[in-house]
């Protein structure tokens, strides 16, 4: 008799296809999504971040880990911040960076993703940086480059990016503390279409936060949101109500054509974070923007400028987290070689 | 091929529910028709016997809904190729829905597709009609035409009439012509380029969803017009428990109307994209554990009457993408009658249950005289191994498209012959 319930693995997927982040020995291979890695990960990417901060703060910025190796940035979507601090991490890890905006090659010829990742393959990359506008576009190149190759996620679609949320980790580590246990977080804003928002909100989890909320209309959340472990407000003042972390975010303006909004006025008003409705978070509470911000529309610009903002030192951490995990994922870390100490 | 006119099955259990026969049996064949079925059939003027005990006999499977991808898309599949593999798995009498290209709105696609099916000997093909010219919802197609020509229904394939005067207008026309009204429900504006279903998984991996309503507004809209014309009606390739109440509802009122699911839905849920597994992109989407539970419970009550494969190949590129950039689609044929005895196997469908999706109601939805094992009937049979203890893989598909999740699947029913029109084809 044929065992009846038996779920052969896909030989198209290869085997375990759930932990292809990490390689054999269990350590960090490709940066996809924080779903599935454990906070012993998370911690050692936020520790080796720090480490590299100091670089980041040296004259001379620059440390030869990864000398010799070919990092290809392969963006099919536009991006400045991204794009740049994964280039400039690139660059002071001593690497050689080829950047490849996609919207203006190949793809608009009708290449694939497939043929596009195999021609820069020939060309002897070490690890690709992709962004793309399909949810598990990242996941679908590891899975498919040689395996000498790591894959890092720098947005997919909704799904994840993950070296976003890891830096504002480790901004909120830097200014809170390294036990999140008892801070409230609050993201608010256009969770729908936010691979950010899922990142943070596995990242926060992982890291043990003691409460996780999300606030928006109905129409900018997704179903079942809450079986990701948040808690869900339709209003800003409950949501953000004794919030020690409010992270806004981007309000992209074709949300109105879609029916999704009525107007950037109303929800300026209903959600729109101002002098007036920053006092009912904590009076020490942060406020985040991934970037890039638009003013009067999510955030009123003197408190995006104000004290309790650390936008910009998020900026500063991109760079120092994206070098954490290109060391980590290319098998040398600042610790091993000593060099930033 | 082995062309004979007199054949003998010997000693098969014979499940045959339009006739409500389950018992061993001998069927005797003469000049592609069924001539007698008795308890025990000497025929010395039989040219070929074939041994069927410990095997089933049943009517030729006939799957309501398969593409073909000719004409139009033959990088895909053919009828040559397609036909071939339908006729291996058992499927004797294939329903293309009219989502060619060039749709089937004109009879010269049915000659087409008729002239294919003949050099091809081997399924049968029947079309669907197109319900409007180029399937775009606005001008009514010749039903009358493509009804002589030789559809068998008419449809608007997944392409939704949302103007609900021109769905009236196409209900009344095709109830004149006495045509079955075959309805794939789907809104486009909710299902809005979704690719899994609107619940925890896709908000996990970020996927664009289809909310249940997408399915089962569309059914309620039709339900209603459906009653005040009186035009027969089958719904396709349900996918959700809502929609399954509401043809509940309809029926209980007394409404005629008809509803089948795709195999695979009684088998995947959401759960199996979880890897991105470009395989499980299907439309309508996998949807929870809870919705296949109650699209099994319909099919064993009787509010769905047929399981259908929803086949559609794909070559290998098309599903070499992101998730969200592969085409949508099974290639099922090969998988409808194993997976379907697999509901046997697990105590949810009786075999004259089974046998019956995959036979008998079809044909009746179909409105065509197949599906049965009657005395005179076209000798449409397929015989199976209930203890074959197989594994899918690609290198054994016959179909074109290897686009299937259920590749490493242990199954342990597989067909051993089909007989089309009185040939043992297999």
């Known amino acids: ?341 | 091929m082995n062309l004979s006119n007199r054949l003998l099955i010997k000693q098969g259990r014979v499940i045959d529910p339009a006739n409500n026969i389950d018992a061993i049996k001998d069927i005797y064949i003469e000049n592609g028709h069924i001539t007698a079925v008795e308890d025990q059939i000497d025929e010395p003027k039989a040219e070929q016997t074939i041994d069927a005990s410990g095997l089933i006999v049943i009517p030729g499977v006939i799957d309501l809904c398969a593409r073909v991808r000719e004409p139009g898309l033959e990088h895909k599949a053919t009828i040559a190729s397609e036909t071939r593999a339908a006729s291996a798995a058992g499927i004797t009498t294939l329903c293309c829905p009219p989502d060619t290209d060039p749709v089937i709105d004109e009879t010269a696609v049915v000659d087409l597709i008729n002239h294919g099916v003949t050099k091809a000997a081997h399924s049968d093909i029947v079309c669907l009609g197109a319900m409007t010219s180029k399937l775009k919802g606005e001008h009514l197609s010749e039903m009358a035409a493509l009804k002589k020509a030789g559809c068998v229904g008419v449809s608007n394939a997944s392409k939704t009439i949302t103007n609900t005067l021109i769905l009236r207008r196409a209900f009344e026309y095709a109830a004149s012509n006495d045509l079955t009204v075959f309805i794939e429900p789907n809104d486009p504006f909710l299902s809005n380029h979704g690719c899994a279903h609107e619940g925890a998984v896709a908000t996990r991996l970020g996927l664009p969803g289809i909310p249940d309503a997408a399915e089962s507004t569309i059914i309620a809209r039709d339900l209603e017009l459906i009653a005040e014309i009186g035009v027969k009606a089958h719904f396709g390739r349900l996918s959700s428990s809502r929609s399954i109440r509401l043809i509940e509802q309809a029926q209980k009122q007394g409404l005629n109307i008809t509803a089948d699911v795709a195999i695979h839905q009684l088998f995947l849920t959401e759960m199996d994209l979880s890897t991105y597994n470009s395989h499980c992109h299907v439309l309508p989407p996998f949807r929870e554990l809870r919705d296949r539970d109650v699209l099994r419970m319909a099919l064993a009550s009787g509010v769905i009457q047929a399981v259908c494969s929803d086949h559609q190949p794909h070559e290998e590129d098309a599903k070499l993408h992101p998730f969200p950039a592969t085409e949508p689609g099974i290639s099922g044929l090969e998988s409808l009658l194993p997976l379907t005895l697999k509901l046997v196997s697990e105590n949810i469908l009786s075999w004259p249950q089974a046998v019956a999706a995959l036979t008998t109601a079809p044909a009746k939805i179909l409105g065509i005289d197949k599906g049965h094992l009657s005395k005179g009937a076209v000798a449409d049979i397929t015989i199976i191994d209930p203890e074959a203890d197989w594994t899918m893989k690609s290198k054994d598909m016959l179909s074109q498209g290897k686009n299937t999740p259920f590749l490493g699947w242990g199954f342990e029913h597989q067909v051993k012959n089909t007989i089309i029109a009185g040939q043992l084809i297999k």
Request: aromatic share 4%; charged share 20%; proline share 3%.
């Open chain 1, 1 to 341: 008799m044929v065992n009846k319930n038996a779920r052969a693995t896909n030989p198209l997927l290869g085997q375990d296809h759930w932990n292809i982040q990490l390689d054999e020995n269990g350590r960090l291979k490709h940066f996809l999504t924080i779903e599935g890695l454990g906070s012993e990960i998370l911690t050692e990417i936020l520790d080796t971040a720090e480490n590299f901060t100091s670089v980041n703060n040296r004259v001379v910025k620059k440390v030869p880990l990864l000398r010799g190796k070919t990092i290809t940035n392969l963006f099919f979507e536009a991006s400045t911040r991204t794009r740049t601090t994964f280039e400039l991490a690139a660059k002071r890890l001593s690497a050689d960076v080829l950047n490849i905006n996609i919207s203006t090659s190949a793809t608009s010829k009708g290449e694939s993703l497939l043929d596009t990742l195999y021609n820069l393959q020939a060309m002897q990359s070490d690890m690709f940086v992709i962004r793309h506008q399909d949810s598990g576009a990242a996941h679908f190149a590891a899975r498919h480059v040689a395996p000498h190759i790591s894959v890092l996620n720098a947005g997919d679609g909704r799904h994840s990016h993950p070296t976003q949320a890891m830096l504002d980790m480790l901004t909120i580590r830097q200014n809170k503390g390294h036990d999140f246990s008892g801070l409230r977080v609050a993201i608010v804003g256009d969770i729908l279409h936010s691979r950010v928002a899922r990142s943070q909100i596995h990242a926060l989890n992982t890291l043990n936060t003691g409460e996780i909320r999300v606030v928006a209309p109905r129409t900018l959340l997704p179903a079942e949101i809450e079986k990701l472990g948040v808690k869900v407000h339709y209003d800003l003042e409950q949501g953000i109500k004794d919030a020690d972390v409010v992270i806004m975010l981007r309000l992209q303006k074709e949300r109105m054509q879609g029916a999704m909004l009525p107007s950037e006025l109303e929800y300026y008003q209903q959600y729109g974070l101002t002098t007036d409705t920053i006092k009912f978070a904590k009076p020490d509470a942060i406020v985040m923007h991934p970037g890039p911000i638009n003013r009067g529309v999510e955030i009123e610009s003197c408190i995006a400028d104000g004290p309790q903002s650390v936008i910009l030192d998020q900026v500063s951490n991109g760079i120092a987290v994206r070098m954490a995990v290109m060391s980590m994922t290319l098998g040398t870390t600042a610790q091993q070689t000593g060099e930033d100490k």
